[in-house]
């Protein structure tokens, strides 16, 4: 079956530009989490979903960052007024034991 | 919440050689995962440790749980330039994974 998929691969953006990254999860799953990885950095957790609802977004870096889950399945991660430091691989994973990650989107702020 | 420390940051390995790179946890764990991350890539789960003093193989790696649960290893034996990339362990903090920072391990051939 398919594995976790993330769009775009690739995002560059101007500082000050709202972005949105988009996660595929793997069917059925209803965990899903996002994480932020710097470059040689280890992993950065922001939020959780399970099923619609996030139980904890304290995670999420600043008020500028907000994601949301519809019909248990994709999720959005919405940055506003990028900032040159929000630059990074964003990943997505779902799976409710071992965690299945997605390719991720690499976001570059200029 | 639980934190989880690796060691070392980095290992530099000549290809045939073995090492052992380590996990430790500021409180008990019910499990502990590993993943791997090529270069470029995403991670990848590897394996999970449950029971006490638990140890599992994966050809030419050795993973072992602690007798308390708040320690793993990771032992490679031989290794190859395949092992190349960055290896995490994660345990339980309530509903989320807490990653350590990992170990990249570049190999010299």
């Known amino acids: 079956g398919a594995g976790v998929s993330q769009s775009p691969s690739n995002k560059v953006t101007e500082k000050g530009k709202d972005v949105e990254l988009r996660c595929d999860p793997i069917?059925?799953?209803?965990?899903l989490y996002w994480y932020r990885q710097s470059l040689g950095q280890g992993l950065e957790f922001l939020i959780y979903f399970q099923g619609n609802s996030a139980p904890d977004k304290s995670g999420l870096p600043s008020d500028r960052f907000s994601a949301e889950r519809t019909g248990g399945s994709v999720s959005t991660l919405t940055i506003q007024r990028t900032q040159q430091e929000d630059s990074a691989v964003y990943l997505c994973?779902?799976?409710?034991?071992?965690?299945?990650f997605g390719p991720g989107t690499r976001l570059t702020v200029t | 919440g639980q934190q989880v420390m690796q060691i070392p940051q980095y290992q530099h390995v000549q290809e045939g050689e073995d090492f052992t790179t380590y996990c430790n946890s500021s409180?008990?764990?019910?499990?502990i995962q590993w993943y791997k991350q090529r270069p470029g890539g995403h991670p990848v789960f590897l394996i999970q440790l449950v029971k006490s003093g638990e140890v599992k193989k994966q050809k030419r790696l050795t993973f072992q749980f602690g007798e308390a649960k708040k320690n793993s290893s990771l032992h490679i034996t031989a290794t190859q330039t395949t092992d190349v990339g960055t290896y995490f362990c994660?345990?339980?903090?309530?509903?989320?994974?807490?990653f350590g920072a990992g170990t990249t391990v570049t190999v010299r051939a």
């Open positions: 994660a345990g339980p903090d309530d509903y989320k994974l807490s």
């Open positions: 069917s059925g799953h209803t965990a």
């Open positions: 409180t008990t764990l019910s499990n």
């Open positions: 994973a779902s799976g409710e034991y071992e965690q299945y």
